[in-house]
């Protein structure tokens, strides 16, 4: 997609509720783009409501681009023009029994009233009419806005037992926005967290993502852990039986606080590498059902996590492809965020980072010989090849041999000492 202006979309949004209200239609914005507007943060998307059905949404925006795959939900997507988005406008509606507990078995049309009711925290049921400038407050959002908390709209356990989702969302938006879960809405939380798991492996992994990528991922993850989130979905970061919090996770959690935007294999790592080895992380990915990218990528930092202390002393032939691996900057960033607390030392990561900013046939030079030298030598194919070839590798990258000649003599003379142990 182009990229967004911020501007644009909101002029976008405006024009839609103008739209719709000129249609004679009630039309607000509404959930996470108005508490955004209240926090003083940019929205990312603007939803909004109105009582206009699917159809009427679709005919009156008959000239722009609409897609209706949320038509069964009340939702018509209305496409901006370039730079704007897309705005989501949704009928008020109530939701039926969510009998798979993720999904309303179906929908019917109300008020805005009964809408802002279905929307799971106070924080996200406020609309607000851009026309107007006004806000629509009908379950004292703004007040929870104000006090930086979490709190399910109505009674917490029974919005839980529709959506058990919602619990983790909860924990998520204490991590992305610095608040606390109200009482009431925690206590559901805890009474119910093992029933996180009725949720698919995917959705869980969305939420897991954003939390511990937020802000304040630190707070979020002792959330997890003091709601008995945790239990259900990171047992690792817990002792067995107790359940209590590992010792280590608190020097952890600091480490967590201190990356500066970073990525979800990242974070995994920084929080994983203390407490699991790179297995762990790899059946933790599985259990998410992570992309093999982010899994593997956390898996090799946690591997790799303690490599580069002392670099300078390292032989370059261990250093060098961590150096050149794609992992390597997460693995510094990594190193930054435990130097500044001390636990790794600046002087290692200035010489690692010198030695990126060779150049790139310096940093990794092109092999002497590859497998096809082997051939014509006359050494059997198999496993041998590896064994030379990394051999000689090593060797030309601490200097030890400089030249293809030197790289055959080597060569040959491995494999005469392998058939003549
Ligand atoms: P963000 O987009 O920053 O994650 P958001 O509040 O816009 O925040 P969305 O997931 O885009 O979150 O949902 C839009 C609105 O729909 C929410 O503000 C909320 O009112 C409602 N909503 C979303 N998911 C749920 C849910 N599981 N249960 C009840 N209401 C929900
Ligand atoms: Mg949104």
């Excluded at 067995?240 to 952890?252: D, F, I």
Aim: charged fraction near 25%; charge should be neutral.
């Amino acid at each position: 997609m182009a990229s967004l202006s911020p501007q644009k979309q909101r002029d976008f949004a405006f024009q839609v509720v103008r739209k719709l209200q000129d249609g004679g239609f009630i039309a607000f914005w509404a959930g996470g783009c108005v508490r955004d507007q209240l926090l003083g943060r940019t929205p990312k998307d603007y939803d909004v409501a109105t009582n206009a059905r699917p159809d009427q949404i679709r005919h009156l925006f008959r000239r722009h681009k609409t897609l209706a795959v949320g038509a069964a939900f009340g939702t018509i997507t209305v496409v901006g023009p370039r730079g704007a988005g897309q705005v989501e406008v949704t009928t008020f509606r109530q939701d039926a029994e969510y009998s798979d507990g993720r999904h309303p078995d179906r929908v019917w049309f109300t008020s805005a009233q009964e809408d802002a009711q279905r929307r799971d925290f106070t924080i996200n049921g406020l609309f607000y009419d851009p026309v107007q400038q006004e806000y629509i407050d009908y379950v004292g959002g703004r007040e929870d806005i104000q006090r930086g908390q979490i709190r399910a709209i109505g009674d917490p356990q029974q919005r839980f037992h529709e959506d058990k989702l919602r619990m983790l969302r909860a924990v998520r938006f204490a991590a992305e926005l610095g608040f606390t879960v109200e009482p009431a809405t925690f206590q559901a939380i805890a009474q119910m967290a093992d029933q996180i798991l009725q949720v698919s492996a995917e959705r869980i992994a969305g939420e897991m993502q954003r939390l511990l990528t937020a802000p304040f991922r630190g707070e979020g993850v002792r959330l997890l852990a003091a709601s008995g989130l945790a239990c259900p979905l990171l047992p690792e970061i817990l002792t067995p039986h107790t359940n209590q919090p590992r010792p280590e996770l608190e020097r952890t959690l600091q480490l967590l606080e201190r990356l500066q935007e970073p990525s979800f294999a990242l974070v995994l790592a920084a929080l994983l590498a203390g407490l699991c080895t790179a297995r762990q992380v790899i059946a933790i990915g599985r259990r998410w059902r992570l992309s093999n990218q982010v899994m593997e990528r956390a898996a090799w930092l946690v591997e790799h996590h303690e490599v580069l202390r002392q670099a300078a002393g390292q032989p370059w032939s261990k250093l060098q492809p961590i150096l050149i691996h794609p992992g390597a900057s997460e693995l510094l960033a990594l190193m930054e965020a435990k130097s500044q607390l001390g636990w790794a030392a600046a002087e290692d990561i200035q010489f690692c980072r010198a030695k990126l900013a060779l150049p790139p046939e310096v940093l990794n030079p092109p092999p002497l010989i590859t497998g096809d030298d082997l051939n014509q030598l006359g050494i059997p194919q198999g496993p041998i090849y590896k064994k030379i070839l990394d051999q000689v590798r090593a060797d030309q990258l601490d200097g030890i041999i400089q030249s293809a000649d030197q790289a055959l003599q080597l060569a040959s003379r491995i494999a005469h000492n392998e058939a003549n142990p």
